[in-house]
């Protein structure tokens, strides 16, 4: 008879749930069949039901009814921690929920600088088109993001990785030109006719934006005198030179898709940049993250031309004589 009750209590153990453990919990912390029925928004008879069936599946009581509330037996105080730690994992799941269903609908995070921040948006039809069903968060900064601490799925850098679980995948290059809006041309014929900047007004960046050093080394090679104006993003630089503030070493698919700019052709070309897209390579696992890379390096290569600015304005551009 001792072995038939074993097996059956074996049995009855096996039936128990997150239900009956959260009733338990929450019988014990409020000492109380009422206070665990408020918490547990049942009423006070169906609570006290549960807990005498769960006491028969036990085979043990699990509290002793006295006046002063609900006392916990030695069977009920050796279950009360575990009934804790089930609680405690519940409440983290809880917490992990948003990152979970986020994860669910397919959610990739892109860290970009304003200059390919400018492409994507540039190309939301296609990345909509493509990316059906997965969602994603554009983080624009200069600031490299952790993907390790999932701060960041994916980056568009024209850098390399340094560490060894991140990969890169060339996308192609990117060309840079001098441009100035078409008011100002025309009021400066000097610069397009005999590349002549000595009074021409110049935009730049500041000086503690150091990410583009071909840049700035034409700019003290060829213009006359400090930068009139100085901007800490790129999208700034051009919307100034396309206001007419002066002449701009810009991004040539940025500036080629702005109506109100001029191309002026130079002799040697400014800047090439090599455009990389950075993973790690753990998360080309996850579908939506593969996805994602695959679309932006097929927007990337039927850009080309434009990146290289071989398409749009060359109708437009002033070449000297």
Not at 181 to 190: G, I, L, M, T
Not at 247 to 267: K, W
Not at 287 to 294: I, M, Y
């Amino acid at each position: 008879m001792h072995h038939v009750y074993i097996h059956r209590n074996a049995e009855r153990h096996a039936d128990m749930n997150w239900d009956d453990i959260q009733l338990f919990e929450a019988a014990a912390s409020a000492g109380s069949l009422t206070g665990a029925a408020r918490k547990l928004k049942i009423s006070q008879p169906q609570i006290s039901r549960r807990l005498r069936q769960m006491e028969t599946s036990l085979g043990a009581r699990l509290f002793d009814r006295t006046p002063q509330g609900l006392l916990p037996t030695r069977a009920g105080e050796k279950l009360i921690p575990l009934a804790q730690d089930m609680r405690n994992a519940a409440d983290a799941v809880s917490r992990a929920q948003p990152d979970l269903a986020n994860l669910a609908m397919g959610v990739v995070r892109i860290n970009v600088d304003e200059v390919r921040a400018r492409f994507l948006t540039m190309h939301m039809p296609e990345l909509t088109k493509q990316l059906d069903g997965i969602e994603i968060e554009i983080y624009e900064s200069h600031i490299h993001l952790n993907h390790t601490w999932r701060e960041t799925d994916i980056q568009l850098r024209s850098c390399l990785p340094d560490s060894e679980t991140l990969i890169a995948r060339r996308l192609g290059t990117m060309s840079y030109a001098l441009y100035g809006s078409r008011e100002y041309v025309r009021n400066h014929p000097d610069a397009v006719t005999q590349l002549r900047f000595d009074n021409c007004d110049w935009i730049g960046l500041a000086p503690d934006r150091l990410w583009y050093p071909e840049q700035n080394k034409w700019l003290e090679m060829n213009a006359q005198g400090p930068a009139r104006f100085r901007f800490n993003t790129m999208t700034s630089m051009c919307d100034a030179c396309c206001a007419g503030a002066g002449l701009a070493v810009l991004p040539c698919f940025m500036a080629d898709a702005t109506e109100n700019l001029i191309r002026i052709c130079v002799e040697e070309e400014i800047q090439h940049s090599v455009e990389n897209l950075i993973v790690h390579r753990d998360l080309l696992r996850e579908p939506a993250v593969r996805r994602t890379v695959d679309v932006i390096a097929q927007l990337y290569k039927y850009s080309q031309n434009a990146l290289m600015g071989h398409s749009g304005k060359q109708g437009e551009e002033y070449h000297a004589d």
